[in-house]
């Protein structure tokens, strides 16, 4: 199973819908490489996973741990 596939799928909305999506995706990219006539370049498997801004995500997780009723310090881990 491909990494948005799986992720879908994780999101319970079944196998069968998760494989439609993933195809959809295919098509869109299908389409704009046509339309601009440009070639795919593969952004990798880790693409979605390297966008994410890691304090942006900090802040993220520590807003969603406040609004659970936590106080959260924070400091660096040692290396």
């Known amino acids: 199973m491909h990494d948005p596939e799986r992720r879908a799928v994780s999101r319970r909305i079944g196998k069968k819908k998760a494989a439609v999506a993933v195809s959809h995706s295919i098509l869109v990219i299908c389409w704009y490489l046509l339309t601009d006539d440009c070639d795919y370049e593969d952004l990798g498997g880790d693409y979605f996973a390297r966008r994410v801004d890691p304090d942006r995500a900090r802040d993220r997780l520590v807003e ?16």
């Not at 969603?64 to 290396?79: D, F, I, N």
């Open 64 to 79: 969603q741990l406040q609004h659970l009723g936590y106080q959260v310090a924070l400091r660096k881990a040692a290396a």
